[in-house]
């Protein structure tokens, strides 16, 4: 979750460093801090709160030097305050550390820390792996890196300096992850490839259980037993006008906005629309494998788990097979039967999100085979799976997901699509809805302008306290992301359900300061819908419709309606969202919330 930079080179390190966190707050925003070696030691700036803060805390007093570490933090072990910022140094204060992960067995080692003598000032879990390395023999900083490393369980992406060494930072990871940014004559180390971008476009990702070793000259990449490995250079895709703002308050809403286009660039070369099918080389999914498939697995979180219920209608509708979507952070812990011509789909924006990480893993070694759909080239997902997709949305910043999650509605689309194909879809079937996602980059600039509209409805409810989101069929998953879109930003309390669940429990809720959002394009259950809007009207509830052009007049029985343009049911997700994304902007803007960086939350969640 946190950010880890790192710098050496001819520049002045602070500069660097903070312009490198600067582009990584969306990872941890609780406090911030640096470190650098400034020719006579260690110098570290640190504080509770944000960028700006330590900007202005290194104007007011400045550090020197050519090598150095940061950190932005989002707080597991420890109040965010500037006790706890990182980086976290030893008793001498010959070295810094800057750490993203869990020590899950903190407790002990700074127990048995303590009894050494070791003055621990902290409340993190961070702090004891400082200490271990002060204690660890060896003739190098990382040799003494490594050696704490074997006394630590859990997670980690670490960077280390050390005043013995200077010139040199030690890396390594664990479950988190870090690059190697390979410059003109410096070198940079980052959690997230957005960091260095200004900086160079070329990349070294480090692999489960590496440690590099950079300094002015270059840079090894170590496995844990010393030994050289090689480790390809990649380029870095997206270019600086993905990380700026332009002519939006707010990434959020350039990222709602982009939709149009980010769905273009996940449909782009891949729809043959005269073959009826789609083109997913990076799948490795051949014909006899996709014969083979005799249940799908869907692996996710967050709005990606949402992604992964729209996935199971549009692979069960199209290939036939049965589809359980799990959360990754329970399916990691329970017993997986051995179930042969499984499928595991992992779904992740980062490509880094941890329980789904592991989640994949777990199938694995259950003997399914894996795919990823991930945003993010080079990502431990996209490594480790057997293919994948990638969405080519470019950086999401906003913390709370848009673009990303049409883009995986589409991206399910195509996988849906091809898999049909393969297994015996009919072509004319297989053009009819290659041609309907085509042309989904247009419906979606259609959508898009119903902002004005939106922005008037929510400055009707900006004082909800409450609020329902409902939807039957492909779209009650969007109805649970409305309703995660507006708890993340706006911080109303608000709950996706079935339809027709709503009268099992949640009608008692219903009232007239109650605003209940259906999410009810045409399809084949839209009279049942209209059913249970007319069950809440009865009871006094304020709806609001999310419906389709040319579905019928509402007016007699809803209280607002945002009509998206009508489209194939099965797609109808990737433009019924739109409005509930805007809807849950415009309420956060108008209630005064940071809409980028929502309170306790962060955009990539490395750790469990």
Known sequence: MCGIVGYVGPREAAAVLVDCLSRLEYRGYDSAGLAVLNGRGVETRKLAGRIDGLRALLTREPVRGYCGIGHTRWATHGAPTGRNAHPHSDCTGRLALVHNGIIENADVLRARLARAGHRLVTDTDTEALAHLIEDAPGATLEARVMTALKHVEGTYGVAVIGEAEPGKIVVARRGSPLLIGVGEGEYLVASDANAVLPHTRSVVYLDEGDIAVIARDGYQVLDG???????????????????????????????????????????????????????LDGLNLPPARCARIRRIVIVACGTSWHAGLVGRHVLEELVGVPVLVEYASEYRYRTQLRVPGTLTVAISQSGETADTLEALRAARAAGSSVIGIVNVVGSTIAREADGGIYLHAGPEIGVASTKAFTSQLVALGLFGLYLARMRGLPRGEGRRLAKQLAALPGLAKRTLGLEAAVRSLAQRYAHADHALYLGRGVNFPVALEGALKLKEISYIHAEGYPAAEMKHGPIALIDENMPVVFVAPRDHVYPKVVSNMQEVKARGGRIIAITSEGNGDLSHLVDHELRVPACSPLLSPVLTVIPLQLLAYHLAVLRGCDVDRPRNLAKSVTVE
Do not use: N
Not at 251 to 263: G, H
């Open 225 to 279: 037993e010393a030994r050289v490995q090689d480790r390809a250079v990649d380029e870095i895709e997206w270019d600086l006008d993905s990380l700026a703002l332009g002519r939006y308050p707010h990434f959020m809403l350039k990222e709602i906005c982009e939709q149009s286009q980010t769905v273009q660039r996940t449909l782009r070369g891949r729809l043959l629309l005269e073959e009826g099918s789609a083109r």
